[in-house]
């Protein structure tokens, strides 16, 4: 096969998820049945995950929000939204800086703050929500190292650009390898 | 703005980094200073990210691998290599299951086992090698489970499609909400 890259091959959608007990959602009109989802969106080119979700949350909920973490990623292929490309949607943890919702009509039919214990136990919603609110409720409970990849920026190897790198938080010894044989 | 999807923004690219005691890499020649990489490429269309990871790791290596975890991802804007678009790379946890190398002259200078502790400590590979080196030596001593996003293959909600999910490993009794009040 060619070494040389092709071309783009992803879309990537970002959502965001709020750390609180309460957590905002949404219905959306497009699926034939009526589903409880987080706000989310496609990033535009060049923005950084955790800027689309903040975008996002506050382009459809009225919501200020500010970056916690990276939850969750799903990759998906053949979707009929992507238009043959395949689809990276991340899941992100948002800490809300208001609280008043005032929700964008166009994408939403209701939009509310629900209860996390709630959320993770209705069957009104899809299987990824469900399934992250279940691992957000966890976190809650257990601390939210358990379920974070946090975010770092690093220098990139071209003069001047900066990239930002998501895993799991490294113990700072580890970091600088000061103390480890 | 527009709610139209645009188009994709991103491409994949997907590193695979061998989760025992010695790890295997890459000169890459490339780049102005000769720097130990982890073997990794871009992913092809509607391919899952592990399975990237494990092709590239053959092409590039001969060692046959498979999947365990996704360790990290960097998002990375305006990268010489991307033609205008986003780049995110991602690196996978993989094990191997041979362990002759057979390594791809137009890719490599030289492609060798190394011992994961001198790899961490190590000045001459990129910041990104060198950090997700210590982050896998941290597994390594601590546990796996510390710095793994785990994958599950879940329905999608159109009819005959799966996505692959990755988060933390989340206890079964959160995953079905059973015993949990």
């Not at 950084?48 to 292929?77: C, M, N, P, W, Y």
Request: charged share 25%.
């Amino acid at each position: 096969p060619s070494r040389l890259p092709g071309y783009a091959t992803h879309q990537v959608g970002v959502a965001g998820q709020i750390s609180q007990r309460k957590i905002i959602k949404l219905v959306n009109r497009s699926k034939l049945k009526n589903t409880w989802k987080f706000p989310g969106g496609l990033s535009e080119p060049g923005e950084d995950i955790g800027d689309t979700a903040i975008r996002e949350v506050f382009e459809e909920t009225g919501i200020k929000s500010e970056f916690r973490s990276l939850l969750s990623i799903r990759q998906q292929h053949r979707s009929p939204g992507a238009f043959g490309k395949s689809d990276m949607y991340i899941i992100c943890r948002l800490n809300p800086n208001s609280f008043t919702i005032d929700f964008c009509h166009h994408e939403c039919l209701r939009c509310e703050w629900m209860d996390l214990n709630a959320l993770a136990k209705t069957e009104n919603t899809t299987l990824i929500t469900r399934r992250v609110a279940r691992l957000l409720l966890y976190g809650y409970r257990e601390g939210f190292d358990k379920i974070d990849f946090t975010m770092e920026e690093l220098p990139a190897v071209y003069t001047g650009l900066f990239y930002k790198l998501y895993h799991k938080h490294l113990p700072d010894n580890y970091k600088t390898m000061t103390g480890i044989d």
